[in-house]
């Protein structure tokens, strides 16, 4: 038999009867205010934010055994074995225009999806498409139609206000539980260098964002959007501890706009190459500055070059924000489309000069096969011109990938795609991209020409 002591039941007793009455007296107002809760700004803001479920497949790489003729011989079956495999994700995504049917996730949530299922808050399946992708941010826009649907989306707010210190709730689908809301505050602003993506600026924020956050919201306590969850430093990746970043809601806006317009984000070129001001070479410059951008080279007949930079130019500022670094720098021209205007500070000699240069299309040299079609991952597409002319060749292919298991390799001359001639990247994007299910390469390998069929 289990005995407590009368002392000890007393006590036990009198805590709960002190903790029942407690809460039960707690008032729903003091000092005629109500007690603060986030909860009227989470229930307008969570039916904007919806769970993301792929389908999709990937390519299996073959053992080597299997291309060795005596193996298949004695061990027949193995040939038979699904060359690709079934994988599935689960992700977050957020509504920003409830007319349209838009919605902003990541591109590793939807990155090979051939099936994408939009789970909204009141349980609500739809089936959304993909309007358009940039892997080099890691944004996305799905388009859902919804008929006579009514769906909620929310303001941005202006991420160029926030202040180390404002508190942050993020709201997601993490783990795939379910629509989450953790709250915290924003860690640190302006964060680069991560290698997470081409481009960075990352808000910082310690509101717990776990695997399934991605895509999902950052909002203030006004339940503005301030930014899109998007990944997590944490100890094998699997787990928060309590370091988590979001894509600024202003980068991802100038971003959006050109996804909805074009289906992919047209980057122009300043046509510069640069590197951080340190405090040797500010005093090497005879300059008071700790932070800047020093133009080490510029290339001919760029857009710099014609707006009268020179190498050993300091950049101070760009449309009136300070540069701080290379890589703001470098986000701040990757965000502009082409034939934007740049107002360019720059300090030479110890004269402070104001320059204006207009950006001007990338010119592209090469291409990842898997940007252009999945059927040609693994392979490094490059555009050459030699005496005027222009041509395409495969620069490389990774050993067990789509395009080496497509029977692509390294130094074919691309001739032609589906019998069209083609000789800029360019001319391959279009043709790739008006291909359904199979992709007919005319190639020269060698002295010897052959087709290739890619299906």
């Known amino acids: 038999m289990f005995l407590v002591k009368p002392f000890l039941l007393s006590t036990v007793l009198l805590l709960a009867a002190f903790t029942s009455n407690t809460f039960a007296a707690l008032p729903s107002y003091v000092n005629g205010q109500p007690l603060p809760s986030l909860a009227p700004m989470i229930e307008k803001t969570r039916p904007a934010v919806v769970n993301i479920a792929t389908r999709g497949s990937v390519d299996v790489q073959n053992h080597p055994l299997l291309n060795d003729p005596l193996f298949r011989r004695f061990f027949k079956g193995f040939e038979n074995m699904p060359q690709r495999k079934e994988v599935k994700s689960l992700g977050s995504g957020v509504i920003i225009d409830a007319d349209a049917g838009y919605i902003v996730t990541n591109h590793h949530v939807i990155d090979g999806a051939d099936e994408i299922a939009i789970t909204l808050h009141d349980g609500q399946q739809l089936e959304a498409t993909i309007v358009g992708s940039d892997p080099e941010a890691d944004v996305a826009i799905l388009k859902v139609e919804h008929d006579k649907l009514k769906l909620t989306h929310i303001p941005f707010a202006d991420s160029s206000e926030l202040r180390v210190g404002d508190f942050a709730v993020a709201i997601g689908n993490p783990f795939g539980l379910g629509q989450t809301v953790t709250s915290g505050i924003i860690s640190a602003l302006g964060r680069t260098g991560l290698g997470i993506e081409g481009y960075e600026d990352f808000i910082q924020t310690d509101a717990s964002i776990n695997p399934g956050?991605?895509?999902?919201?950052?909002?203030?306590?006004?339940?503005?959007?301030?930014?899109?969850?998007?990944?997590?430093?944490?100890?094998?990746?699997?787990?928060?501890?309590?370091?988590?970043?979001?894509?600024?809601?202003?980068?991802?806006?100038?971003?959006?706009?050109?996804?909805?317009?074009?289906?992919?984000?047209?980057?122009?070129?300043?046509?510069?190459?640069?590197?951080?001001?340190?405090?040797?070479?500010?005093?090497?410059?005879?300059?008071?500055?700790?932070?800047?951008?020093?133009?080490?080279?510029?290339?001919?007949?760029?857009?710099?070059?014609?707006?009268?930079?020179?190498?050993?130019?300091?950049?101070?500022?760009?449309?009136?924000?300070?540069?701080?670094?290379?890589?703001?720098?470098?986000?701040?021209?990757?965000?502009?489309?082409?034939?934007?205007?740049?107002?360019?500070?720059?300090?030479?000699?110890?004269?402070?000069?104001?320059?204006?240069?207009?950006?001007?299309?990338?010119?592209?040299?090469?291409?990842?096969?898997?940007?252009?079609?999945?059927?040609?991952?693994?392979?490094?597409?490059?555009?050459?011109?030699?005496?005027?002319?222009?041509?395409?060749?495969?620069?490389?292919?990774?050993?067990?990938?789509?395009?080496?298991?497509?029977?692509?390799?390294?130094?074919?001359?691309?001739?032609?795609?589906?019998?069209?001639?083609?000789?800029?990247?360019?001319?391959?994007?279009?043709?790739?991209?008006?291909?359904?299910?199979?992709?007919?390469?005319?190639?020269?390998?060698?002295?010897?020409?052959?087709?290739?069929?890619?299906?």
């Open 213 to 455: 956050n991605s895509g999902g919201a950052l909002v203030n306590l006004r339940g503005e959007l301030i930014g899109i969850n998007t990944a997590i430093l944490a100890s094998g990746g699997t787990g928060n501890v309590g370091i988590g970043f979001a894509i600024p809601i202003n980068m991802v806006r100038e971003l959006t706009s050109q996804l909805i317009e074009y289906g992919e984000v047209r980057r122009g070129m300043l046509g510069v190459i640069m590197q951080n001001l340190t405090p040797e070479l500010a005093r090497a410059f005879g300059l008071d500055m700790h932070q800047g951008v020093v133009i080490s080279q510029v290339v001919e007949d760029s857009a710099a070059s014609k707006a009268g930079l020179e190498a050993g130019d300091v950049i101070s500022d760009i449309n009136g924000v300070p540069v701080k670094s290379a890589s703001a720098m470098r986000n701040m021209v990757g965000l502009m489309r082409v034939g934007a205007r740049m107002d360019i500070t720059v300090l030479r000699d110890g004269d402070k000069k104001k320059l204006v240069a207009y950006i001007e299309d990338e010119i592209e040299q090469s291409i990842p096969g898997e940007k252009l079609n999945p059927k040609l991952a693994g392979a490094i597409i490059e555009s050459h011109d030699e005496g005027g002319n222009s041509f395409l060749v495969v620069a490389s292919v990774s050993r067990g990938s789509a395009a080496w298991n497509g029977r692509l390799r390294k130094g074919d001359l691309i001739l032609s795609v589906n019998r069209a001639p083609v000789k800029t990247l360019s001319d391959l994007r279009k043709m790739v991209k008006m291909s359904d299910k199979q992709i007919l390469f005319n190639v020269q390998r060698g002295q010897t020409a052959l087709f290739i069929l890619i299906q």
